[in-house]
């Protein structure tokens, strides 16, 4: 088994609020995403045939691509949203391998482009006929975006530690 496991610094760099909209079962996909089944030594690493299947499904589909590029000595990791270099090996015993990425590898799946923004809702005009500078609701109040998303902190980072440390366990 192979784990990509991401930096502190590759989870406090992402966009806030990234993983706070995912489901429980996106978030197992997205650590699953993390962990391919088979063990792949530095030098496998520099010839696997890609695209390379992670836990988190099937490449066929295209949900899960997953592509591993080498360049001389330098190992990158490729998702079609993010691509990232393994910086280190942190931990190899001939069954488990776990190595360090510079970024969280982001499925297409869950954060691919989507389709576009639908287009703007036209100007209403109010009572005085002045534009109103946001569409306006039926009753005549403007939209107001208050997401209250929560900034991606440790816990789901946190969660990452257990599973990795989870499946070393196993395989020790």
Avoid: C, W
Avoid at 28 to 46: G, R
Avoid at 125 to 139: L, Y
Wanted: proline share 6%; no cysteine.
């Amino acid at each position: 088994m192979t784990v990509f496991a991401p930096t502190d610094n590759a989870f406090s760099s992402m966009k806030p609020g990234a993983l706070n909209s995912l489901s429980d079962q996106q978030k197992v996909a997205l650590l699953q995403f993390h962990v391919v089944p088979n063990y792949l030594t530095t030098s496998e690493l520099q010839t696997v045939s890609n695209p390379v299947r992670t836990q988190a499904g099937d490449t066929a589909s295209n949900k899960f691509p997953l592509n591993i590029i080498s360049s001389g000595n330098q190992v990158n990791v490729s998702t079609g949203v993010v691509d990232t270099t393994v910086s280190n090996s942190i931990y190899t015993d001939g069954s488990l391998a776990v190595y360090q990425v510079d970024k969280v590898l982001l499925p297409m799946s869950l954060f691919g482009s989507s389709a576009p923004a639908p287009a703007p809702e036209p100007l209403k005009k109010r009572k005085s006929g002045a534009d109103v500078a946001a569409p306006a609701t039926d009753d005549g109040s403007a939209n107001t975006d208050v997401s209250g998303a929560v900034v991606f902190g440790s816990k789901v980072h946190g969660v990452f530690i257990v599973v990795v440390a989870f499946i070393t366990m196993l395989y020790m």
